[in-house]
């Protein structure tokens, strides 16, 4: 996506800072023995949690 408007920059920023949220969250529990669709699913979960909608979903 190609900003155009500060609003959309801002938009974008946020959402950087939403994902980076969840990354974080989901780094927390990778170790042996967590599959990946725990993963998956914590993801979902705290994407949601934030109020986005996860794009994998679609």
């Known amino acids: 996506m190609i900003a155009k408007t500060r609003e959309q920059v801002e938009r974008l920023r ?7 949220e969840v990354v974080e969250e989901v780094l927390a529990l990778v170790r042996p ?25 679609n």
């Open 33 to 57: 023995g967590v599959s990946s669709l725990e993963l998956e699913e914590a993801a979902r979960r705290a994407t949601l949690s934030r109020g986005a909608r996860p794009s994998f979903l």
């Open 14 to 20: 946020t959402a950087g800072r939403l994902m980076a």
